[in-house]
């Protein structure tokens, strides 16, 4: 008897209902309107906000509110942070100030550097030209002794002459060049007039005879050649 009324009692029980989660919305700012809520007091029975239904408006609502929360700092963080922008500003307008002292010495130097060897290069050729001045012109007079023989008609054939052609190739392969033509206008610059003869048939100095040649490398002379020149007769 007792089992059957302890089932009765439990068929009279009636069925539980699901119980509703209820979810808080804390956020200061109203994501549909952006407007500041007013604090609900820990009494009051106020039903939180509905969820809003359109989701676009939540990227300008979170905007929004790191705005209003930017305006909620105190003049003490005001302060620091203007402090650290200064300090910033400050450290990069030095960091580029060395940059730029950096790159105008690097270009100082390779401009420097490009002048030095430039200048060596200079010097090279300079001491290149000279030395080899020097070792033709000590060599001058073996072609003084070839054009003498030339003259006296000893070149004409044999062992010498070979050798006078071998020697006089040496010299125009190394840029050689003879001065003193007959007929030639007299040049101060590459010839010494050993004589003057006057001649009414000339209007200006001109080559008579030829003393002795002169040779140049490149636009160096060698030697002058020095000549007999016909001069205007007065």
Known sequence: ???????ESNDEQPDEQPVEPHITDKRRIDPVTGEPREPASAGSGAAPAAEPE????APAADAQAEADASDDLSDEDRALLANEAQAYEAERAELEAKSAAQLDELQRLRAEYVNYRNRIERERALDKASTTASVLASLLPALDDLDL???HGDLAEGPLALVAAKLRGSFEALGVVKLGEIGEPFDIEKHEAV?????????EMVVADVVQSGYRVGERVLRAAKVAVFVPAE
Do not use: D, Y
């Open 149 to 151: 023989a030339e003259k």
């Open 1 to 7: 008897m007792a089992k059957h009324e302890q089932f």
């Open 195 to 203: 004589a003057q003869l006057p001649n009414p048939e000339v209007t």
């Open 54 to 57: 359109a989701t676009e408006a």
